[in-house]
Every structure is written in C-alpha cells, then in structure tokens.
C-alpha cells in the first residue's frame, strides 16, 4: 500500500552533519505520523525521531539537541536533520509509518560517522 525511499545517508567525520529524506508513495501522507528508525549491527532497531500529522515531535534522548525531524506534505517527504554526529550515530536509517494494523518501512540508508 505505502512505499518509503530514503536517501541521503554516507559516511561522515565527528562532527559533521547529513540530511536524510524519506518520501512516501500514496496521496493521504498528511494525515500520518511518520519515525525515523535506526539499527546497528548487533542491535535492536531503535526509534530516533517521530513527528506527527500536526508537527509535533518526539525524540530519543541520545540525538535530542543534535537530530531534528521535519515534513514537507507537499513533497511527500519527512527528514532527519543531523548535525553534530558521533560515531554512535552510525547505523542503517529507515524510515517508517502505520496505517491501521500495518506498518510500512523504508529499504533503509547506511550513515557511518568515523574519521
């Protein structure tokens, strides 16, 4: 029913900052909550931002201050602002959104934060 594209992962210094997108399929995007997700090898997959139909927005407490999540409904697209990252940021991103019992996800883009 929904399909999700991210883009804009890569490989950065401490420090440095990335843009992630993500834009979804289908014509009823404003009316939904979207998150950014993020799993490391080894670990659980975890939630890192969520912003709601409204705007507001949530965030785990490791990238509050540094991560900011924002919707364009327009474009169809949330993004994942990074600034500051640390090489603990690095992991697989995906975005994600639930439509009643289901839940849709992005094919995932790769940030690494190394020097």
């Known amino acids: 029913q929904v399909q999700l594209v991210e883009s804009g992962g890569g490989l950065v210094q401490p420090g440095g900052s990335l843009r992630l997108s993500c834009t979804a399929s289908?014509?009823?995007?404003?009316?939904?909550?979207m998150d950014w997700y993020r799993q490391a090898p080894g670990n659980q997959r975890e939630l890192v931002a969520g912003?709601?139909?409204?705007?507001?927005?949530n965030y785990a407490d490791s990238v509050k201050g540094r991560f900011t999540i924002s919707r364009d409904n327009a474009k169809n697209t949330v993004y994942l602002q990074m600034n500051n990252l640390k090489p603990e940021d690095t992991a697989v991103y995906y975005c994600?959104?639930?439509?009643?019992?289901?839940?849709?996800w992005g094919q995932g883009t790769q940030v690494t934060v190394s020097s």
């Open positions: 994600h959104t639930r439509r009643s019992l289901s839940d849709y």
């Open positions: 289908g014509s009823l995007f404003r009316f939904y909550a």
């Open positions: 912003i709601l139909s409204g705007g507001s927005t």
